[in-house]
């Protein structure tokens, strides 16, 4: 019995030690392929170039993904997933402040806004990858179960602007037409700013959100009642 525990435990050991390298090369990879699509576009990357990049063979890589596509939706899941960290964050510093009032929804949804902007600013690799799922494309080779499943995790980033919207006396119709506006707001900032354009209109990406906000909280129909 004794013979058996201590073999059953060294298997586990094993086993463990296994995944935790098959989980560093595949992480290895993905970091690799993040240059590698940003510097040269989907279209035009191969898988060789991202063994290549990662310092394996093009078969290797085979283990871990079946083709490019594979790759890249691992990637923006992954970014995906940060985002929505970013978002909660932010969601859960409001939720400590005891106030129900409208002015708090507002500030709710300010810091939904914000925390969705400001990932996407400050990290330019994640941007980068954005903006495809951004764009809608589908490259070949990404299901439509992929791409269902990161739209939601896109769309997950923006449940707390519905949320706060609902709170705040917007009907549903008025939410779907809010939160599209937000989220084109963002995207077209982030792209003027992410391209350097934004400084010919001599304004700030911060300058232009902070604008949108204000020019929100007067469309308002909670806070347009209160005054």
Do not use: C
Not at 78 to 89: D, I, K, M, Q
């Amino acid at each position: 019995m004794y013979n058996f525990n201590m073999n059953q435990a060294a298997a586990t050991a094993r086993d463990l030690r296994q995944q935790a390298l098959a989980d560093a090369k595949r992480s290895h990879i993905l970091n690799a392929a993040t240059s590698v699509f940003i510097e040269f576009g989907l279209e035009a990357v191969s898988m060789r170039e991202i063994a290549k990049r990662a310092g394996y063979t093009a078969g290797a890589i085979y283990s871990y993904f079946a083709n490019k596509e594979e790759i890249y939706g691992a990637l923006l899941a992954e970014s995906l997933e940060r985002l929505n960290a970013f978002v909660s964050v932010a969601e859960r510093a409001i939720s400590l402040i005891e106030d129900a009032s409208s002015s708090n929804d507002f500030l709710v949804l300010q810091k939904s806004v914000l925390a969705f902007y400001q990932f996407y600013r400050d990290n330019p690799r994640d941007l980068d990858l954005g903006f495809y799922l951004f764009q809608g494309l589908k490259p070949r080779g990404l299901t439509n179960e992929w791409d269902s499943q990161l739209n939601a995790r896109l769309r997950d980033a923006m449940r707390p602007q519905e949320i706060a919207l609902s709170k705040l006396g917007f009907s549903k119709n008025e939410i779907d037409t809010e939160v599209t506006a937000i989220f084109a707001h963002i995207v077209g900032v982030l792209l003027l700013n992410h391209t350097g354009r934004i400084r010919m209109f001599g304004k700030s990406a911060d300058e232009l959100i902070k604008h949108y906000l204000d020019n929100l909280a007067l469309r308002i129909p909670k806070m347009t009642k209160q005054k």
